[in-house]
């Protein structure tokens, strides 16, 4: 049997549950040709790098040309790529299934999510990262986890990787592990959380590294903060586990879900319980002991359950 061909439309091919994502499906025989939304969007560290409506605008004759040389599925991730696999499932001489993955972001805090929602809505099939993403859905989703390469993030014992990355070894370290620019992230209140405790603690920032020196980050810090008005995720919260790092954490997104049961990790409702766990956890210098909770969320088992996805969308639409 031939292999199944699948056009892949992105925002950010560079994302590590992105990269996860065709790992999976490419170890199920599944072949990914991955075309991004021209130009860059990223967060630095003081302003976010954004694309422009003429980089959208160059995007769909690309779709559209690659789409037609001979896939079996067009699958759009993140919401803002749905329009263009849409216009690929519905030009006649095209006319290919398409799925859409949601990562979280469209419906929380999106200015253009009217824009998203009615090209969402006319996918062959949904697929959300979480349960809490799909209860915003008004349509019928797959729940399927983002993975978490556990043999990429594994406990590294703290001295090796703060000399890895460069930090002092005798520091305790609160890690904020976004660029500040990002609103959503909310780094001011991280700040002052930090701020406020007694004890002799830094507040360390990280984004845009190589996703190979991202577990050696996540091992340096003593414990990893979220801050997050919103999310859908964040897969922070899974790699810290997997690193058996603690994390305490608002109750954003999937984060009370990953972290429930783990020892010397907290998801809390206030500010005021945001210092008191992390002080806590400052004081306790013991790990969190999640890496074997994170074993549900495999490589193998997304592959697996994308694949039926597609079988089905090629089913029902054959």
Not at 49 to 70: H, I, N, W
Request: with cysteine; hydrophobic share 40%.
């Amino acid at each position: 049997m031939s292999s199944t061909r699948v056009l892949s439309l992105t925002t950010t091919d560079w994302r590590s549950f992105y990269e996860t994502q065709i790992a999976a499906l490419e170890a199920e025989d599944i072949e990914v040709t991955t075309l991004a939304v021209p130009g860059d969007h990223r967060a630095l560290d003081d302003e976010v790098k954004r694309r422009t409506p003429f980089d959208y605008l160059r995007y769909l004759p690309q779709v559209l040309r690659e789409a037609s040389t001979g896939y079996d599925i067009v699958h759009a991730n993140y919401g803002l790529t749905a329009p263009f696999a849409f216009a690929a499932s519905a030009i006649p001489t095209i006319d290919l299934p398409f799925v859409c993955t949601l990562w979280g972001g469209e419906y929380v805090g999106n200015r253009y999510t009217p824009v998203m929602k009615p090209f969402v809505s006319r996918a062959d099939r949904i697929v959300v990262p979480s349960n809490v993403m799909a209860d915003r859905i008004d349509h019928p989703c797959d729940v399927i986890p983002f993975p978490v390469d556990t043999d990429l993030f594994r406990p590294i014992p703290r001295t090796d990787a703060r000399e890895y990355v460069g930090w002092e070894t005798d520091k305790r370290v609160v890690l904020f592990p976004y660029a500040p620019s990002r609103y959503e992230k909310n780094y001011p209140l991280a700040k002052r959380i930090v701020d406020g405790l007694e004890c002799d603690v830094t507040l360390r920032t990280v984004a845009n590294q190589p996703y190979e020196d991202v577990p050696y980050y996540l091992n340096a810090a003593d414990v990893v903060l979220i801050t997050s008005r919103y999310e859908s995720g964040p897969m922070t919260v899974k790699e810290a586990a997997a690193c058996n790092v603690p994390v305490v954490s608002r109750d954003v997104g999937f984060v009370r879900e990953v972290l429930n049961g783990i020892p010397n990790s907290y998801v809390v409702d206030s500010d005021d319980a945001l210092r008191t766990r992390l002080a806590s956890v400052l004081e306790a210098d013991e790990p969190a002991a999640g890496r074997e909770r994170i074993a549900d969320y495999g490589l193998d088992e997304m592959g697996t359950r994308l694949r039926t996805v597609y079988d089905r969308c090629l089913a029902e639409t054959t």
